[in-house]
């Protein structure tokens, strides 16, 4: 199964700003997946970015909040633009894999906005 | 309406003992995936076990077990002799369609707890 690195692994954000969370793949896929998982809570899928097109968003997900970069096949970046406190959760990215291996996730982005 | 429902928020149980978290799905597709995944306090997401919708027999993998009940589109995981590592949050999950690459969506949970 693929190997996820993301980057950074928390972060502690001012209201108002930007933080960009990378995910590099170790082998190439077609589709990556962006999650949020608020505390306490599941996973609640963001936006499915496939290389070479707009990422295609979620009901409740805008790409003015959540801009994906795809810009090959290992490698895609979410952004959570003008943070507020209600953004704060963890970001997982995720890439399929055979069924008997399952999705693989990133270790994730603990994300606090203050 | 959920497409994952994962009616037990929380579950304690005796360290040995078996365990099954329940999952029933809703889906119009014939064609779809269910899996489990395991997280612990620690965050990461663990792949547990998988379904495919034409597989005849429930899928095993070691202490996992998946009861597949197509017909009540159920979809239980047991786990056999539990052990205090299996301590963590477990979530259904379903892919529609038969495409490997489609997204997945996930349940609500359930916190399972092993007591000593």
């Known amino acids: 199964s693929a190997v996820i690195s993301q980057k950074p692994s928390r972060d502690i954000c001012q209201r108002g700003t930007s933080l960009t969370i990378q995910c590099q793949v170790d082998s190439q896929v077609t589709m990556m997946f962006w999650y949020r998982q608020q505390p306490g809570q599941s996973l609640t899928l963001i936006a499915t970015a496939n290389q070479g097109s707009e990422a295609t968003y979620e009901s409740g997900f805008v790409i003015d909040k959540f801009p994906i970069s795809r810009p090959n096949l290992t490698f895609s970046t979410l952004t959570v633009s003008n943070m507020s406190p209600e953004d704060s959760s963890i970001y997982l990215c995720?890439?399929?894999?055979?069924?008997?291996?399952?999705?693989?996730f990133g270790s994730g982005t603990r994300l606090t906005v203050v | 309406a959920q497409k994952i429902t994962q009616t037990q928020p929380g579950m304690f149980v005796q360290e040995k003992e078996a365990v099954t978290l329940d999952c029933t799905y809703d889906t119009s597709d014939q064609s779809y995936g269910l899996f489990w995944y395991k997280q612990p306090s620690s965050g990461e997401m663990i792949f547990l076990i998988y379904q495919g919708s034409y597989d005849e027999q429930n899928a095993t993998e070691g202490r996992y077990s998946l009861n597949f009940q197509k017909a009540r589109k159920s979809a239980n995981l047991v786990i056999s002799a539990s052990q205090l590592g299996d301590s963590a949050m477990y979530f259904c999950a379903m892919r529609e369609g038969g495409n490997r690459d489609d997204k997945i969506i996930f349940g609500k949970g359930t916190r399972l707890h092993i007591l000593p």
């Open positions: 995720s890439v399929p894999g055979a069924n008997s291996y399952g999705y693989t």
